[in-house]
């Protein structure tokens, strides 16, 4: 079936580190990307989202990576804060006629004080 | 605070019931999606509305149905609830299909 970063790992960083979260997709023709936090209780956030005609993009504190060879997305973290802690999900649009998004299963961030 | 409005944010109910779970768009958005999040399963794509139109079906059960209205809010309705669908449900809205989407808080199934 389809899956999108299917290990669910635990990071664990000091306060004011830098944290990078993974996730391998599984659809080379997927050409949309995005990457939401999910706190505790909450609703997905959006974070950053990254098209395939990219690289690399920034946001504030955020960057995200796609590498297309390997099929590999990352989210960077710059001087992370206790607020980041939650957990981030990589998200794929689906290249068939729906615009639907497959999500992996999730990465839990901690953040150490 | 996404702008995506859902209701209610729990729901406590017995199986073989049928509920109905409401979500409002942000305004100006024209594209619904419904999601299921268990613990067991993930984040999954149910069905999706655009401008009131069906556009797409994920593994969405029988037992379910939804619809966009043309004020563009919509309804996830589950009946002949069983004990396997309680988890919490989601509705994202986008203002065009391929861009990002914003997720409601959710509501919180729970079948007895």
């Known amino acids: 079936g389809e899956s999108v970063g299917l290990h669910l790992p635990t990071l664990s960083v000091q306060e004011g580190d830098n944290s990078i979260i993974n996730c391998a997709y599984s659809?080379?023709?997927?050409?949309?990307f995005i990457w939401y936090k999910q706190e505790s209780g909450k609703g997905p956030q959006f974070i950053i989202d990254?098209?395939?005609?990219?690289d690399k993009r920034q946001g504030q504190r955020v960057t995200v990576l796609l590498n297309k060879t390997v099929k590999h997305l990352s989210l960077q973290i710059a001087a992370t804060q206790p607020g980041d802690s939650a957990v981030y999900f990589c998200?794929?649009?689906?290249?068939?006629?729906?615009?639907?998004?497959?999500f992996g299963s999730g990465t839990r961030l901690l953040v150490r004080p | 605070d996404s702008g995506v409005t859902q209701t209610p944010k729990h729901l406590i109910t017995a199986t073989g019931q049928r509920v109905t779970l409401r979500c409002s768009p942000r305004?100006?958005?024209?594209?619904v999606y419904w999601y299921q999040q268990s613990l067991d399963q993930g984040l999954q794509f149910l069905i999706q509305?655009?401008?009131?139109?069906?556009?797409a079906k994920g593994n969405i059960l029988e037992r379910f149905s939804a619809q966009q209205f043309p004020d563009l809010h919509s309804e996830l309705n589950l009946s002949s609830l069983e004990l396997g669908d309680s988890a919490l449900y989601f509705c994202?809205?986008?203002?065009?299909?391929?861009?990002?989407?914003?997720f409601g808080p959710g509501t919180r199934l729970t079948v007895l």
């Open positions: 994202a809205s986008s203002i065009r299909q391929g861009n990002e989407q914003f």
């Open positions: 990254i098209r395939s005609n990219m």
């Open positions: 659809n080379s023709a997927s050409d949309y």
């Open positions: 509305y655009y401008n009131g139109e069906e556009r």
């Open positions: 305004s100006g958005d024209l594209s």
């Open positions: 998200a794929e649009n689906g290249v068939d006629s729906s615009y639907k998004l497959i």
